[in-house]
């Protein structure tokens, strides 16, 4: 696994819009907390934009992708936002310049394709929240507080609230995970994410009705993924509709993973909510689910 370079004062962030358009207010909202953490922040030509739902056409998002991985003095890439669209980029991404000269790419929610292409390159990202969360909290809170703490190379270390659907026990391997809807569609190509020997498998979701987060399930049971796997992190699922087989997201996945015998850890606080902490995807990780406490760490 490589380790983008930590960032130090001075350095460039490139803040790039993959997918969806993104309210101009919220980047520039970023941009000064960026600049008071020493470093220099720049916003790419079609971050602004806006195709029909989309920031640019997918040439135009491809082109700021390449201009901040060409840029040596560039040392992250910030996604201002989700939504959907990421997945035109991953047949036409850099690689072979991203992999001599890796660099942080920040996000979550459909910025997971390109953790799963930055995991297909043996390359660690982070797991993360983006401009809205920077504009709005200035900063201040623990989510992007951990995040500076990553970028500038500290180590991670959580603790969350038990769960009375937990399993208990300590998984080591390595993290992988992040949006069902998103990695779900990836599985069985080139930039399946879920495809490591040891994988601690951590998802989360939005809007995802509680029938399809479970045929994703039982594509990662059907196709050995979840025999394979060290631990399982179960986020957070937020504003789905319960159906008549299910009142409850997390019912649905304590029947699922019922009869794994790995460390299980519900409603940790990965997702799409506030407080939604970072963590380092493709990197070793060790997750440890007790009676009272559940402790998940990542050291380099």
């Not at 507080?145 to 300590?170: K, M, T």
């Not at 998984?171 to 998103?182: D, F, R, S």
């Not at 606080?269 to 997750?287: K, M, Q, T």
Request: net charge negative.
């Amino acid at each position: 696994m490589i380790y983008p370079r930590s960032l130090r004062e001075g350095d460039r962030i490139a803040i790039v819009s993959p997918a969806s358009r993104i309210d101009p207010a919220l980047v520039e909202g970023a941009l000064p907390v960026l600049r008071k953490m020493g470093w220099e922040p720049y916003v790419a030509a079609s971050a602004l934009g806006e195709s029909g739902t989309y920031s640019g056409s997918a040439d135009a998002r491809l082109a700021d992708i390449a201009e901040a991985v060409l840029d040596p003095s560039v040392r992250a890439i910030l996604c201002s936002r989700g939504g959907y669209g990421a997945v035109h980029l991953l047949e036409r991404f850099p690689v072979e310049e991203f992999v001599v000269d890796p660099k942080w790419i920040i996000g979550f929610s459909d910025i997971s394709a390109l953790h799963a292409l930055a995991s297909k390159l043996g390359v660690a990202s982070v797991h993360s929240s983006m401009c809205k969360n920077l504009a709005v909290n200035k900063g201040c809170d623990a989510s992007a507080l951990s995040l500076f703490d990553i970028l500038c190379g500290g180590d991670v270390c959580y603790e969350a609230a038990p769960h009375p659907y937990n399993h208990r026990g300590i998984a080591e391997g390595t993290l992988v995970g992040g949006n069902m809807a998103v990695l779900g569609g990836l599985v069985g190509t080139p930039y399946d994410i879920f495809n490591c020997l040891d994988p601690v498998i951590f998802i989360e979701d939005i809007a995802e009705p509680i029938y399809k987060v479970e045929r994703l399930l039982y594509q990662l049971k059907l196709n050995g993924t979840l025999g394979r796997a060290r631990g399982l992190i179960v986020g957070q699922f937020t504003e789905y509709r319960p159906d008549r087989n299910h009142s409850c997201m997390y019912d649905m996945i304590r029947d699922m993973v019922s009869g794994l015998d790995i460390p299980v850890a519900f409603d940790f606080p990965i997702g799409h909510v506030d407080g939604n902490l970072p963590v380092v995807e493709s990197a070793p990780c060790r997750l440890a689910v007790g009676s009272d406490v559940v402790t998940f760490s990542q050291t380099r």
